[in-house]
């Protein structure tokens, strides 16, 4: 069964760290370009931080300077360290798998909730 399952999420004081991971599971990440997203309440999804199959990252501005997105193809994961995290980074965090080709493989986590606050 393929999965992505999110964890790490929780609540933090604004100036703090957190650190989210992604597993994979019946599929090998290692030809996927993963990301993660995020969706705040009643805002869209937006991007967060790419890692692409070849190991490019690309971060959004609003993060840019305080995450670091990365990926173990051995462990069949995908992370998220975040730092400096401020109110306006609450939100809901997925995790992403997709593959081009002929035909475009895609699969999201099931999020896990970010709250920044004091």
């Known amino acids: 069964q393929v999965q992505l399952v999110e964890s790490g999420g929780g609540l933090v004081q604004p100036g703090g760290s957190l650190r989210l991971s992604c597993l994979a599971s019946?599929?090998?990440?290692?030809?996927?370009?993963m990301g993660w997203y995020r969706q705040a309440p009643g805002k869209q999804r937006e991007l967060v931080a790419t890692?692409?199959?070849?190991?490019?990252?690309n971060y959004s501005d609003s993060v840019k300077g305080r995450f670091t997105i990365s990926r173990d193809n051995v462990k069949n994961t995908v992370s998220l360290q975040m730092n400096s995290l401020k109110p306006e980074d609450t939100a809901v965090y997925y995790c992403?798998?997709?593959?081009?080709?002929?035909?475009?493989?895609?699969?999201w986590g099931q999020g896990t909730q970010v709250t920044v606050s004091s």
């Open positions: 992403k798998a997709v593959r081009g080709g002929i035909s475009v493989v895609e699969y």
């Open positions: 890692a692409s199959s070849g190991g490019t990252t």
């Open positions: 019946g599929f090998n990440l290692r030809t996927y370009d």
